[in-house]
Every structure is written in C-alpha cells, then in structure tokens.
C-alpha cells in the first residue's frame, strides 16, 4: 500500500537544527495530520510529536511539527548527540483505512 | 504507569502460525484502541492493523487480509495477533502499541524469526 515520502538521511552538525520532511497525500498527511516517532537502535519506536503539533508530556521543546498542505515537517533544534536516530513519519489515510508510514529517515548528529 | 508487555521471542518454521500476546496495565483496557505494527530487520514500520479491546472490531491492513487475526480478553487485558501461512519474510519484530492520537505507548517487541 503507498506510503508516506521522507528523505532516507540527513546530517546536521551538534547544536544546529535539522529539519525533517515527510510528504503524503490529501487522504493522509493534507487530512488527518502527521505523527513522528524516533527509535533508537534496538528499541521500540518513541512518539515525539502528533496530529501535526501536539508534543507528548516528556517530550524535550526542542522536538517542534508543523503541516503545510501534504506535506509534514519535525524541527529539532540545538542537536543532541541523543538526537541521532531513525525518524518515521505516519498517519491514518481514510482511503485506504490504513495507518501508513514513510520509509524513515536516519538523523546524523555530527 | 501504562505498560504493554509482549510475550518472547518465537522461532517458527515456514507455513507455520505464530501468536504473539500484549498484556496491557496501567490504564482502562477498553478505553484504547490497539495496534500491531511489524519491523523486518534494517527495514522500517509495516501497519499490519488494529482492534478495538471493547468490542473486538478489527481492521487490516490490505497485505495481511486473510493471514491475521487480532483478538482482545478483557479478562486479563491482553491482545494477541495470530499470523498463519508463515514465510521467511515475516521474520521481523512485532510490536503493539496503543492508540491515542497516535501510539504514544509501545510493547517491547516480540522477535520472530521464520526459517526452515
């Protein structure tokens, strides 16, 4: 089933902001919002942002999404080397009655 | 705090079924929906569907109709996903995870490994 578009890495240097982009249709993204998820190596995805700006209690204000039309973006500013992870993007797409995700993109904290 | 703890990891053999179980604490069972979510090693997350505990309404994703069945107890506050017909592509970590806006909360994953 067709998935979300996310650039499969991108690289910032410490302290800096990486911007993350997530591209999906107007049944999906344009619709119901995104959400993002970081996973670490060996662990179960983290929800770090939902419905497009919402951020989960716990949840570092350095970590900041936003929608324009079909496509989603996460912000991370002041980079951490804890940053560096793997980032997926989802949301449900009433076409298909389906949660879908992009492919992830991996965030490298130089 | 809200927990969901999945059963261990599975070795199975190709054509074989698979039960993987997700006891959940820490909160009203019925009030959440659940999902189940699959990562093949070095790849990224595949949706394979989702239940609602109250009622046991379920949805699928296209790729695993016929294939999967999700199931609730309320009793014991658990969710199992059953897959059948396995083959070495679903070798993967499987996780559930609960539904409010999005996952916020996630299982620790079950590793099953599919091979002869």
């Known amino acids: 089933q067709a998935g979300l578009t996310q650039p499969p890495s991108v690289s910032e240097d410490l302290r800096q902001t990486a911007t993350l982009t997530c591209t999906g249709n107007?049944?999906?993204?344009?619709?119901?919002?995104a959400a993002w998820l970081q996973q670490h190596q060996g662990h179960p995805p983290k929800l770090v942002s939902y419905?497009?700006?919402n951020r989960p209690s716990g949840i570092s204000e350095r970590f900041s999404a936003s929608r324009s039309g079909n496509t989603a973006s996460l912000t991370i500013t002041g980079l951490q080397p804890e940053d560096e992870a793997d980032y997926y993007c989802?949301?449900?797409?009433?076409?298909?009655?389906?949660?879908?995700f992009g492919g992830g993109t991996k965030l490298t904290v130089l | 705090q809200v927990q969901l703890v999945q059963s261990g990891a599975e070795l199975k053999k190709p054509g074989a079924s698979l039960r993987v179980s997700c006891k959940a604490s820490?909160?009203?069972?019925?009030?959440?929906?659940m999902h189940w979510v699959r990562q093949a090693p070095g790849q990224g997350l595949e949706w394979m569907g989702i239940?609602?505990?109250?009622?046991?309404?379920?949805a699928y994703a296209q790729k695993f109709q016929g294939r999967v069945t999700m199931t609730g107890d309320t009793s014991t506050s658990t969710v199992y996903m059953e897959l059948s017909s396995l083959r070495s592509e679903d070798t993967a970590m499987y996780y559930c995870?609960?539904?409010?806006?999005?996952?916020?909360?996630w299982g620790q994953g079950t590793l099953v490994t599919v091979s002869s």
């Open positions: 820490g909160y009203t069972f019925t009030a959440y929906y």
């Open positions: 995870g609960r539904e409010a806006g999005s996952v916020d909360y």
């Open positions: 419905r497009n700006d």
């Open positions: 239940i609602n505990p109250s009622s046991g309404s379920t």
């Open positions: 989802s949301a449900w797409d009433s076409s298909l009655s389906a949660w879908v």
């Open positions: 107007s049944n999906n993204v344009g619709n119901q919002g």
